[in-house]
């Protein structure tokens, strides 16, 4: 059987300048009209008739498109994109001095056990949370509204699908069924969930704790009359079992925004918070269906225990993730501190040693043919690296993403149509890419498939700042070998670029 490879288009807003987004076009077409106004209203001069048509415009073209990088960050991007992130970061400063603490220790509890409002309080890049539990098929779950962003999630935690262990056909077959998936929500027009997230966290574990139990064993009174050839036999299956020095958690995550028919829905089913809850679950079922009929084996829906240990675990990967009696008020640690451009540094209640992390998000993805594993060099190619990845598809019906395919087509058509009137030579990789982008929106039409927009950010994590560069390094490397995969690290907004690889399918314009 032939291997069966999978292409990405690429995006390229195009406009009346060129490759620029609407922002950029306004800040150039102002300074051509600031440099004529100005050359006009000095016409009686001539040298300053010429210095006002020319500053405006050389500033304008210095804003949109000259290199530049603050100091303390690690990217170069014009000013004009850096302006937008240098506000944030300064209104994050100016909000906590840099250091989020969580009042959870002083809140303490109330005398029923449940904590007070002040406690739930979330650190800098997080949106405003309630969390209502719900019942699905019988098991806890936790719906997730956040009035802010004005959307509501719910997930479920699943087992590895493992395409890395199956042949070139079960490969090809698992991706048919997961498609399947999405064509169920995002091929219907009133259906509320129009985005998908799927996590793939990986930590740490030891892989001699094993051993160490048997060592702690043998020294037990409790074993101290257990016959020799027991001893021998349980040494013998104990250097068989096969340990690993990673553990690896997937999850997906569904996500509704508040509309009219999603409110519908839920006064249906109840009352203000509790209606909407009820009916996420409602669409948490299914998920849980539809991933059934993927061969996707589901654990367990999140509920507040899975949540909080999934959350805290993220933030403090020393605190053990199967600690699922963690209340919500101790999901985030003591301390986030977003102060330094290049990382977020995390500190967790009772100690002394921070945790520093670091955020990228997938700034191009490949334009070559690849397998459908092309992801395994960041998945399970990096051992020691404490990751999530996180992949977030925004789906739309066929007939708008055959549309959204012509007009990038169009564009990617028209920009090459100029580099050959300006007598530039065509990029290889980008006629590659119009050839995906060209490719896809025939399978489209032809299979009437729902569409789907992908954003990937990827978080690591180290326990020095030393520690994470090097990561970070080995990191861009992994991406270049899959399928030659870029990432840019996001300096100076990593608090909520973090919040991205949460399980609230953020991250999407």
């Known amino acids: 059987m032939s291997t069966r490879t999978y292409q990405f288009g690429k995006h390229r807003p195009t406009g009346l300048v060129g490759r620029r987004d609407l922002g950029e076009q306004v800040v150039l077409g102002s300074g051509a009209v600031t440099g004529l106004l100005l050359g006009f209203a ?46 944030y970061h300064r209104k994050a400063l100016r909000r906590t001095g840099g250091v989020w603490v969580s ?33 699905v098929r019988g098991q806890q779950a936790v719906v997730v509204l956040q009035p802010q962003a004005g959307c509501v999630t719910a997930a479920l935690e699943v ?20 498609g399947e998936l999405l064509d169920a929500f995002g091929n219907v027009e009133e259906h509320p969930v129009k985005r998908i997230q799927v996590l793939a966290r990986q930590m740490k574990s030891d892989p001699y704790a094993h051993q160490r139990f048997v060592a702690q064993r043998d020294q037990s009174a409790a074993t101290a009359s257990a016959p020799q050839w027991l001893k021998d036999s349980y040494d013998v299956l104990a250097n068989a079992v096969s340990t690993s020095a990673e553990e690896h958690r997937y999850y997906i995550t569904i996500h ?23 009916a996420m679950a409602m669409y948490l079922d299914e998920l849980w269906s539809r991933a059934e009929d993927a061969d996707l084996s589901v654990v367990a829906p999140l509920d507040e225990g899975r949540l909080t240990a999934l959350i805290r675990n993220s933030y403090d990967p020393d605190h053990a993730i199967w600690d699922i009696e963690l209340p919500q008020a101790h999901a985030f ?50 051992p020691d690296v404490i990751r999530t990845f996180s992949v977030t598809q925004q789906l739309e019906p066929n007939d708008k993403a055959v549309e959204r395919m012509l007009s990038e087509d169009t564009n990617n058509q028209a920009e090459m149509q100029r580099n050959r009137q300006r007598g530039k030579n065509i990029d290889p990789r980008d006629q590659i890419a119009a050839s995906a ?49 870029r990432i840019e690290w996001l300096d100076l907004e990593h608090g909520r670029a973090f919040a991205n690889t949460l399980p609230f399918a953020g991250g999407v314009k």
């Open 42 to 87: 000095f016409s009686g001069a001539t040298a300053l008739a010429a210095a006002g048509l020319v500053v405006p415009i050389l500033i304008a073209l210095a804003i949109v498109y000259a290199p530049y990088r603050p100091k303390g960050t690690s990217q170069r991007r014009s000013i004009y994109r850096w302006w937008r992130i240098n506000r």
């Open 333 to 382: 640690p003591r301390n986030v501190d977003v102060r330094n451009g290049t990382y977020l540094a995390t500190r967790a209640a009772g100690s002394t040693e921070s945790w520093y992390h670091a955020t990228a998000y997938v700034a191009a993805w490949p334009t070559t043919p690849v397998g459908p594993g092309f992801l395994s060099p960041l998945l399970i190619g990096m």
């Open 103 to 135: 009042p959870a220790v002083e809140a303490g509890v109330r005398r029923d056990g449940t904590p007070p409002d002040v406690a739930l309080a979330e650190p800098e890049g997080i949106a405003g949370m309630t969390w209502v539990p719900v019942t």
């Open 256 to 278: 509704a925004k508040f509309t009219r028919d999603l409110a519908a829905e839920g006064s249906a089913r109840g009352t203000g918070d509790d209606g909407i809850a009820a």
């Open 437 to 485: 982008t060209g490719s896809r929106g025939m399978a489209l039409a032809a299979s009437g498939a729902a569409g789907s927009a992908v954003v990937g950010y990827i978080t690591i994590s180290a326990r020095s700042a030393e520690e994470l560069e090097r990561t970070k390094r080995t990191t861009a490397s992994r991406a270049r070998n899959a399928g030659g995969l």
């Open 159 to 178: 087992t590895s699908p493992g395409l890395g262990g199956k042949d070139v056909g079960e490969q090809v077959v698992a991706l048919e069924r997961w």
